[in-house]
């Protein structure tokens, strides 16, 4: 039985969870956050004390790597039954996650774990290679962007609103060269899936971005 898959694609900081999320939601589909896959395997090697030069070594942590993912209102992620949810977000994991991401043995043994995720009855997917990679027969792609100090403004936002301190100049230079790791890495690079329907929601709302992914499904 054909199980639908939507792709969404992107840099960070462009929508792509929100949006997804509420889409899954809307569709009831299951949701896919590759990033926090990512996100989550830079923690578990960072407990490992693995230095981000022992490929070798980084790619076992993949290979073990136990992650239990419950969908509520908010994503909660469990490394080997640990609650890591509020470690996912921070800036250094982020940044970690995308030197990682970068090693073609890693994302090898984190294909299949993704593609895993595609069930009955859809798959709403999110990352940066959803649409060229993981999922290149879904039937709806769509690359999500914004500019880099719109996507560094909601960023700063979102962690003012957690409390978190920020400096919004800081995470305009983090996100620049997190972009530039993520389009310049020679696998699986953010790049847009030729038939993927483009969207730059720098000045979209959410709500806007989402009725025209759902126009795109129907
Ligand atoms: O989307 P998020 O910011 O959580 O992703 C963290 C990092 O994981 C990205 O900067 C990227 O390097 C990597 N990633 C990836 N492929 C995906 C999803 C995330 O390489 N599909």
Not at 78 to 89: A, N, V
Request: net charge negative.
């Amino acid at each position: 039985m054909l199980i639908p898959v939507l792709t969404i694609d992107g840099p960070s900081g462009a929508g792509k969870g929100t949006v997804s999320r509420l889409i899954a939601k809307k569709l009831g589909w299951h949701y896919l956050d590759s990033g926090s896959i990512y996100r989550s395997l830079a923690i578990a090697v960072q407990k490992a004390s693995v230095g981000l030069e022992a490929v070798d070594e980084i790619v076992k942590v993949a290979q073990d790597l136990v992650l239990e993912f419950e969908c509520g209102d908010e994503l909660v992620v469990k490394l080997d039954g640990e609650d890591i949810t509020s470690q996912l977000g921070l800036e250094q994991t982020g940044g970690i996650a995308s030197q990682i991401a970068a090693l073609p043995a890693v994302r090898q043994v984190l294909l299949k774990k993704q593609q895993d995720f595609k069930q009955l009855p859809g798959l709403v997917a999110d990352g940066r290679d959803m649409g060229t990679v993981v999922f290149p027969d879904a039937e709806n792609k769509v690359f999500l962007t914004a500019s880099a100090e719109k996507r560094a403004q909601r960023r700063y936002k979102q962690l003012i609103e957690k409390e978190i301190d920020a400096n919004l100049v800081q995470i305009i230079y983090e996100i620049e060269a997190r972009d530039r790791r993520d389009m310049e890495r020679a696998t699986a690079p953010l790049a847009m899936a030729s038939d993927a329907l483009y969207i730059d929601s720098s000045d979209m709302t959410i709500d806007a971005v989402v009725e025209e992914v759902l126009n795109l499904i129907r």
